[in-house]
């Protein structure tokens, strides 16, 4: 990496980049990880690893030469992190089973954002803006839940999906205006993954489940007109579609 970076003989491209330029290709290198480990192809994983990998060195090479740090404080920082947040193996203490391991993990890592805060400091600091938003919604709301706030069973949280679908409809009967539609768009994505938390579902992971399977069965919609669905009409398509799911079993 500090050959690549290298102003003399270096990559002009690698030169030239920043945190903030790079940082768009450590996010997609994650998800490819992901989707390697969603097709369960080891072989893919191995190389989609070295690929974030680098992403990782990219950055603390960028960081040592302004100064702030390199790879080895990156290592050395995060194994002093596991070993503070696991004193039941690095230490002494005693912890029951997973469930009182996470329930310690989230106190540790409470404790330590409310030292680094600056004046008052909200259950929801730390919760990354550069999140996705569906999964910063998953992590806002597992927050405060934490402190109470939060519906207390899933049939109650179904009956606010329930009221925002009927907003929404609300708004699309009156003709709503496009920021009124996306609000509303907004509270119900919001509580519809309140709903998959509180029936312990991912829902990233689910929504990952329901794009494949949209793929699988547009693709065989696709073959049954041989790739041309110029001047098909809609009714055959969805027949070929209920037959795709037939198929599927």
């Not at 450590?26 to 192809?41: C, F, L, N, Q, S």
Request: negative net charge; aromatic residues 8%; glycine residues 6%.
């Amino acid at each position: 990496m500090a050959r690549l970076r290298s102003r003399d003989g270096g990559c002009p491209w690698d030169v030239e980049q920043t945190f903030r330029t790079i940082a768009p290709y450590t996010i997609e290198e994650a998800y490819e990880v992901a989707e390697a480990i969603e097709r369960d192809d080891m072989a893919a994983l191995a190389d989609e690893f070295g690929d974030l990998l680098f992403q990782v060195v990219f950055h603390a090479r960028m960081a040592e030469e302004a100064g702030h740090f390199d790879f080895d404080d990156v290592a050395r920082g995060i194994a002093d992190k596991m070993r503070r947040r696991h004193p039941h193996v690095f230490g002494d203490k005693e912890i029951a089973d997973a469930a009182a391991q996470t329930r310690h993990w989230e106190d540790l890592k409470a404790g330590e954002r409310a030292e680094a805060a600056s004046g008052s400091a909200s259950a929801l600091d730390g919760v990354a803006l550069g999140l996705p938003a569906l999964l910063r919604a998953l992590k806002l709301q597992k927050r405060a839940a934490r402190v109470g706030f939060d519906w207390p069973d899933a049939l109650q949280v179904f009956q606010k999906c329930v009221e925002e679908l009927a907003e929404l409809q609300d708004e699309m009967e009156a003709d709503g205006e496009p920021a009124r539609m996306t609000d509303e768009i907004g509270d119900l994505l919001f509580v519809l993954v309140n709903l998959a938390r509180h029936l312990e579902i991912d829902p990233e992971g689910a929504l990952r489940h329901a794009n494949a399977k949209f793929e699988r069965r547009f693709r065989a919609v696709e073959r049954a007109f041989d790739h041309d669905l110029a001047g098909v009409a809609l009714d055959d398509m969805e027949a070929a579609w209920q037959r795709a799911k037939l198929d599927e079993g």
